[in-house]
């Protein structure tokens, strides 16, 4: 029989307008670290996101064969590769959305901010790339210490007179990926039903989950809500205990940054009700970048949302944040200033 997707789509105008193949709109998407643990099985999940016409795989080396291969598979986007600085601006020409999955993971016993010295200066030549080839491209960070890497390359951006803070945006989506999974788990509901928002920052306590605000609601106890914080707030560092050495999530990554980045396109294609948390330009708390659900539109940010009524323990949690997400953020501004 017809398939009810194909049934929903002919009964509905506007899902045809959105979803049809005819009238989707061209999109290049640039991995940058496409190489690495996160960048190869994003490039492949990008591979089969239907909304990108050109997919473009950027690192310093690797990068043709992870072209190669994932090329191979028949669905619409043209996949490139590029190595090396040198192609780093055929890589960024005509991007409507840059992903950057760049720089060294932690290892057991580091902290996101012991990836700063190495992965800032990354960031920053990157940005630099991408503000003088692709100016307004919408840019997905990746790279870690998010907290501080998403305030250089604003600032990258501000001096080369291209920040638009609409397309800036930190990818937080695997914190709520995982509190979804821890939730459901405890509360024994179907995880695809599960929606929580997470705001602040993108380590340790910085990460905030709003499970006052989850749906369904379980009504769990005190101590089992204060228990899924924790883990969300230590999801990390739980994958990079587990890998012993061999670096940080890199699957459960890809499959988050494939999500964020599809709300992104949709975003851009003007699908209407694209919600999703990012670490963005914010003025909902007196912190200069926060993560919050953030509205998607074709300019990129189309409303930043406020965090709604939080409980006791989440306005705690709040207040505890700030200072270090405070902190991370002055140290990626002036790290930016300085050199
Ligand atoms: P990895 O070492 O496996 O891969 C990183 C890749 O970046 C490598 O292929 C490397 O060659 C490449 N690279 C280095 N310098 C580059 C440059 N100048 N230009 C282009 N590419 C460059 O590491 P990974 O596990 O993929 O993690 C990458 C980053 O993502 C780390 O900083 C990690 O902490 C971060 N991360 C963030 C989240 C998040 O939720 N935001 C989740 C997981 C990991
Ligand atoms: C994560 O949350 O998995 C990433 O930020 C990687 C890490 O270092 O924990």
Known sequence: ???????????????????????????KVAVLGAAGGIGQPLALLMKLNPLVSKLSLYDIAGTPGVAADVGHINTRSEVSGYAGE????QALEGCDLVIIPAGVP?????????????????????????????PHALVNMISNPVNSTVPIAAEVFKKARTYDEKRLFGVTTLDVVRAKTFY?????????????????????????PLFSQVTPSANLADEDIKALTKRTQDGGTEVVEAKAGKGSATLSMAYAGALFADACLKGLNGVPDVVECSYVQSSITELPFFASKVRLGKNGVEEVLGLGPLSDFEKEGLEALKPELKSSIEKGIKFANQS
């Open 1 to 27: 029989g017809a398939p009810s997707a194909a049934a929903a789509s002919s009964s509905s105008p506007v899902l045809r307008r959105y979803y049809s193949s005819e009238s989707t709109p061209e999109r």
């Open 86 to 89: 040198d192609q780093l601006r």
């Open 106 to 134: 932690r290892k057991p016993g580091m902290t996101r901010d012991d990836l700063f010295n190495i992965n800032a200066g990354i960031v920053q030549s990157l940005c630099t790339a991408i503000a003088k080839y692709c």
């Open 184 to 208: 459901a788990g405890k509360a024994n509901v179907p995880v695809a039903k599960v929606n929580v928002p997470v705001v602040g920052g993108h380590a340790g306590i910085t990460i905030l």
